[in-house]
Each structure stands twice: as C-alpha cells, then as structure tokens.
C-alpha cells in the first residue's frame, strides 16, 4: 500500500467522528492511486472490473464535537461497498469510473446514522507531446458536520458536483503550457447554509531553471454563485481573478515541494463589499531520514461566506503533519498535525441599510491531532488518535451573534478504531 493511504488511515477517525463516511472512502481514494494489482481482480474483455469493500469500527468520546457539558460517547461501524472498472488497452488512453456506497451506523445514536453514494470518472488521453486529463465526480451525504459548518447534533444532506478539465503541452524541451477549467456545485439541504457554485480557469505554464527546480507561473478568474435556500433572499454572483508566480522541485536532497506569490481579488457584483490580497502559497515536504516525513502547507486566498450572501472571505490556513515509521518491521506508524486557520469576513456597512446590524467578523480554526497506528496485515490497520478541535467566532457586532447561525466551540475526543479493506 501507498504512504497516502497510511497518512489517510491515521487522519481517518477524525473524518469518520465528524459524520461522513470518511474513514472508509480515505481507504479507497488512497487506493485508487495505487497499481491496479488488488486482490479480486476480472477481465472482460478491454475492461478490468474492481471490486472493492472496506469495513471500520471505531470508539469515539465525543460523537457530536462539543464541550465537555455535551460530550456523547459511541461506537461507529462504517461499510462501504464499491466498483471500479477500468479500460485497459494501452498506455495512450486512461479511462475509469468508480462507485462508492457508504452505510455508517451508529450504536447508541442510532437517529444519526448515516449514508453517502460517491461516483467518479476520469479519461485520461496521452501523446508525446500533449497530455489530457478529463475527470468528474458526484456524491450524495447525510452527515454529522465539524469544522466551519458544524452544527450539533444535527445531520446536513449535502450533494455535490464537479468536473474538470486540464490539458498540459510541452511546447519546448524546457517550457510546457497548461491550461485547465473546473466546475463545482455543493447543495446543502439546510436554509442557514448558502448553495455554492464555481466555474474557474487556469492559464500558466512551467519552464525548467535547472534539472531540479521548474518556474510556475499561473493565471486564473472566475464566478461564484451563492443561492440562500430561503426564496427571500436573492442569489449573489461574485467574480474573482489572480496571478501567481513560484518555483517547485528538490530545493536540497531532503526538501521538495513549491512556493508561489501573486495577488488575487473578488467583488460582489452589487458592489456592496470587495477584497483584494496578496496570495501566497506554499507546499514543502522534508525527508529528514528514510522513517520520517514531514509536510509544511500555507495558504491565502479569498472566498465567499457559508452562511451570508453578502460576505467575501480572506482565510489564511497552516497545516503541519508529520509521519513517523517506528521500528523496522512497517508495521507501526506515529502521526501529529497541527492546523490553524484565521478568516476575515468582509463587511461593507457603510453602504448597508441604516440600523442593520455590521456582520463583519474574523474566525479562528486550531485543530490539533495525534495517532498511532499497528498494521498486522496489507488489508487490517488498528489506530489509537487524540484529537482538539478549537473555532472561535468573533463578531465586530456582538448582537450580530444571535443572527447568525455560526457558533464557537471547543473539543477535545479521544478514537479507538480498527478499519479493514480490499
């Protein structure tokens, strides 16, 4: 198995506590990168078909990610069957489609038990000189939420849907063109979240500096609709637009990865609030001996708010995870990340109708994670993790506070789990 699907097995009991189907969907789409030699494995004809099942049942001390006055203890059993199938014919064409259906179940809480159907595709076109990747996915949830969007004891239907399509020419020995377009939909089945959908494009490029470094340069802009799901509230498009330019490649023998610099910006069209920022990007990884790695991931960028059509958001995000091999058999593996997140939100009240409230504010995310996990087998992990999650909320309004569905919370948990999977 690939180190990505060790590092999303350690990170699983957070996603599976938080309410999706997490850490079994973590164990497919790790293994969807790997070689396609698994265990059960059919031809017929030019088409491979996959079938795969991953099975975890964990113990968490806080089900719902609340205070210590509202902590549930449970224990949780994830299934989730699936389908691959795949065309093989030759090395110029890539073409899959994957089905995933998830079933969580939850022992004493039965009321919160969960599902999830996830589909992707992608096609994949190769010649010496032009490369073409087309992919597409589509997933249907119910599940508990953490994180921004947390909201108790209280489960969200969620479907969304993507596609893109990316296309990399190599247009001299040392320079290739890229060119790429996206499209994303998240629909929330709750009126106090906003519907979200985005198209965006990349124009940029790569030209080799030396055989191990590579400048980036990319281009993009875009529009960003967000629909309120009460019909009172009109939808509000936002437009955005940004330039970057950064290295990437083997900085030293032990650190590899990229840095980018650039600006970006985004207006409402009602002309209500706008923001621009200098962006900023970086995603390094260190490789201090053959056992351990170790990752460095920072990010500045606008957006739009989950909750308040008229917001613009600029979050700056850190991210540190390091994994650890210990002993020499495999079979072991210590992991601790750190993640901090601040986000401003944009609030122009001076053009707001008298007397309304100011809903601008700044959030703040901290969520710390340690895990250890024992691997007897390919096919059998049993991980041990603790967990503290930290949102804070804070309103330049206080009466703002009762308006607005977002909330502070603190929580700590502690997971037991063992997840299985072909």
Known sequence: MTQDRTTLQLLAPWVAVAG??????????????????????????????????????????NLFSLGSGLRFSDVITSVMPGLRLK????????????????????????????????????????????????????????????????????????????????????????????????????????LFLLDQQQLEGHMG??????SKLRLTFDGKGGWTQVTPNQLLQPSVNSLFYGALVGVRGTFTPKLTGSVK?????????????????????????????????????????????????????VTDTVRLQANKAIGTTGRWIGSGSAKFALGEFQWDATKAPAGSLDLGRSDQMLGLELALQYKPQAWL???????????????????????????????????????LGF
């Open 20 to 61: 999706s189907i997490g850490l079994a969907a973590a164990s497919v789409q790790a293994r969807a990168q790997d070689p396609v030699a698994p265990w059960l494995r059919y031809n017929v004809g030019k088409v491979v078909i996959l079938p795969h099942l991953d099975v975890a049942s964990l113990y968490t001390d």
């Open 87 to 190: 065309w093989d014919e030759n090395a110029q064409v890539d073409a899959s489609v994957n089905y995933r259906h998830g079933e969580m179940l939850i022992w004493d809480n039965s009321d919160f038990n969960s599902t999830s159907d996830t589909i992707d595709a992608q096609l994949g076109y190769s010649t010496p000189k032009l490369q073409v990747r087309a992919t597409a996915t589509y997933s249907d949830t119910l599940a508990l939420q953490g994180g921004q969007l947390n909201l108790g004891r209280q489960l969200l239907g969620t479907k969304r849907a993507g596609g893109q399509v990316r296309a990399v020419y190599d247009w001299t020995p040392k320079t290739d063109l890229i060119g790429s377009i996206r499209y994303d939909l998240s629909d929330y089945d709750s």
């Open 205 to 210: 490029g790569t030209h080799e500096l030396t």
């Open 261 to 313: 610099l650039g600006y970006e910006a985004r207006d409402l069209e009602s002309g209500l609030v706008s923001a621009s920022t200098p962006a900023f990007s970086v995603d390094v990884t260190y490789l201090p001996n053959l056992m351990t790695q170790v990752v460095l991931a920072y990010d500045r960028s606008t957006g739009v708010a989950p909750w308040i059509a008229s917001q613009i958001t």
């Open 381 to 419: 992990a049993c991980t041990a993790s603790y967990s503290h999650d930290r949102y804070e909320v804070n309103f330049d309004d206080p009466r703002a506070a009762t308006a607005v569905l977002a909330r502070s919370y603190h929580a700590n948990r502690v997971t037991l789990m063992v997840s």
